[in-house]
């Protein structure tokens, strides 16, 4: 399957995006559009969520193909609540089990007018692919694609990190764990170096580093002690295990001892330092349970940035798509 990105792919003919498929192409400007819709789209806790009919008459099918809780209930949420119709295909029976291709699940879709695919799954390159071939009027949106890319998340972590610190230029970003396999990293690299953060570190044991072409600018560290040292966010990573195929891993105990986002460890960050996990987390693994529960997390303020982040994109997408409709 041919992967292309070039960062036309996701637009259209005028250069607005009509899918959401990478944050790779995004400038700046864009990426702060985006944030900034999300968090008018933001309610305090306890508040009533937003709501607005940005997407009234439009179909959202969510297909997601590999496991997700907080994705694809916030991808669902985020639609209820701007107005569309939404449809959750339970993977595990739909007929691609059967041996039906994806694009004639896709076709099928779009016959019953559902216009705004959600996907998530374990091959690189699909959403692309697929993009090529719906409608004009259809759009895919990228839910983690494979271990590259999972643009969503990337949008919500930043808006997580600007709730926290306000500016991005004078900060230094650490993202620890298993970096390799882990598309949450990539659109989280793109996003802080789109938005210009002062310094962004990655920090992974040497097998779970990504190899040297990728994850440009980034300063590399395979001492989490070394690379915690002084940065105002951290980010730790589940360890992807699922997309390991006979590597050489050590058991959980260890791997905590080694690379886990400690207290102890913390106190070498800077002091006003926050702490994030895109879920679902191994506590007491990649991360110790006093952390993921402590003063600096902001691991449920991520969740609820999901919901809002994700309205955002719908109601751009739909923008652009109404447009289109209108303008042709
Ligand atoms: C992540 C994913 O699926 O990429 N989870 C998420 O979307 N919040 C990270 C993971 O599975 O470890």
């Known amino acids: ?90 993977m595990q029976s739909s007929s691609r089990v059967k041996g039906e291709t994806v694009l004639d699940t896709i076709y099928t ?31 895919i949106l990228n839910a983690g694609e494979a271990h590259l890319s999972h643009p969503t998340q990337g949008l919500l972590d930043a808006l997580t990190v600007r709730q926290a610190k306000g500016d991005f230029a004078p900060l230094r970003v650490l993202i620890a764990g298993d970096i390799s396999h882990s ?3 990539r659109s989280a690299w793109q996003a802080f170096t789109t938005l210009g953060v002062a310094e962004l570190r990655i920090a992974a044991p040497d097998d779970l580093m990504p190899g040297k072409g990728e994850f440009a600018g980034a300063t590399r560290f395979n001492d989490i002690d070394r690379a915690i040292a002084g940065v105002d966010v951290v980010m730790a990573l589940r360890i992807q295990r699922e997309r390991m195929r006979g590597a050489h891993m050590p058991d959980d105990a260890s791997y905590h001892r080694a690379f886990g986002i400690t207290a102890e460890r913390m106190k070498k960050a800077h002091p006003g330092a926050i702490v994030m996990h895109p879920g679902p987390m191994n506590r007491d693994v990649e991360i110790a349970s006093e952390v993921a529960d402590g003063p600096q997390s902001v691991i449920q303020q991520q969740v609820a940035n999901g919901v809002a982040v994700r309205m ?17």
Do not use: K, W
């Open 109 to 139: 879709l779009q016959a019953m007018h559902a216009d705004i695919l959600v996907m998530r799954d374990a091959e690189p390159g699909l959403p692309a692919y697929v993009a090529q071939f719906v409608a004009p009027h259809v759009c």
């Open 1 to 90: 399957m041919t992967r292309d990105l070039s960062p036309s792919v996701q637009r259209d003919a005028d250069g607005r995006l009509r899918h959401l498929i990478t944050l790779e192409g995004l400038s700046a400007d864009e990426l702060t559009a985006l944030l900034d819709l999300a968090q008018f789209y933001v309610r305090e806790a306890g508040d009533l969520p937003a709501r607005d009919q940005s997407l009234s008459g439009h179909t959202i099918a969510n297909l997601f193909f590999e496991p997700s809780t907080r994705t694809r209930v916030s991808f669902e949420l985020a639609a209820l609540r701007l107005g569309a119709d939404v449809v959750n295909l339970d």
């Open 312 to 328: 955002a994109v719908l109601a751009t997408i739909a923008r652009n798509v109404q447009s289109r409709r209108t303008f042709q």
């Open 183 to 185: 598309r949450v990293a």
